[in-house]
């Protein structure tokens, strides 16, 4: 079965520091992975995903993240971190046999501070 | 992206009544939409998938009977929550896949927080 994990439930970063959040994923085959951002009570917002091709994905608003086999991460980064880039972050991987069907991180709160 | 909305965003409701939510693909077909649940400060829970012109799919743990699923048209899907009680408050999301075929992302709703009273 596939899964992903947000080991941290909170990340806190001064404003124009980089930001790392980070994930690690569990997959049978190929992995398809997704970035989403969640600001209160809204719905998810896409960043990025990872397919084929490249390693580092760049993504919306800055983010990129980066793929490693290795070791089963795709930790999403942004150089420089604004207080606006301040909510929810989920890491999801895709199902390799239902295609329709997701599976969400626990999620990691960042908190960027000016 | 994909532009996916939900109506209402909010709502309150006594205990015992039904609520509908609605999501519409605005900018492209959905033939499946997807409903997620999510309780406060946790991850998303996928309750069903939604099947235009067939039944919906329901994940294991998910009352059919409680949570109706309508996908009626190829961009709209409603979520029904029959007989509300309290503990049905939470926050409904749906989603539905964009055109890119079996790669591509989930576009999600701006979300409906019920509240039963």
């Known amino acids: 079965a596939q899964s992903v994990a947000q080991p941290e439930d909170q990340v806190n970063v001064a404003e124009g520091n980089p930001l790392t959040v980070k994930c690690t994923y569990s997959?049978?085959?190929?992995?398809?992975l997704f970035w989403y951002v969640q600001y209160p009570n809204r719905g998810l917002q896409f960043l990025l995903k990872y397919i084929t091709g490249d390693n580092l994905v760049k993504g919306s608003y800055g983010f990129e993240a980066e793929f490693n086999k290795s070791q089963t991460s795709f930790h999403l980064k942004k150089p420089s971190a604004l207080v606006s880039d301040s909510a929810l972050y989920f890491c999801a991987v895709r199902d390799n046999v239902n295609f329709n069907k997701f599976y969400f991180g626990s999620g990691t709160k960042l908190n960027v501070k000016p | 992206g994909a532009v996916v909305s939900q109506h209402p965003s909010r709502v309150i409701c006594k205990s015992g009544t039904s609520v509908k939510i609605e999501c519409r693909s605005l900018?492209?077909?959905?033939?499946?939409m997807f409903w997620y649940r999510q309780f406060p400060k946790q991850s998303l829970m996928l309750m069903a998938t939604s099947n235009e012109g067939s039944k919906a799919t329901y994940e294991q743990g998910v009352e059919k009977d409680k949570f109706l699923i309508n996908h009626a048209s190829l961009t709209l899907s409603t979520l029904t929550v029959t007989s509300a009680h309290p503990e049905d408050s939470s926050f409904y999301i749906c989603?539905?896949?964009?055109?890119?075929?079996?790669?591509?992302?989930?576009?999600f709703g701006e979300g409906s927080r019920l509240t039963v009273l």
């Open positions: 989603s539905a896949r964009g055109a890119s075929g079996n790669t591509g992302e989930l576009f």
């Open positions: 997959v049978s085959g190929n992995p398809y």
């Open positions: 900018d492209f077909q959905a033939t499946t």
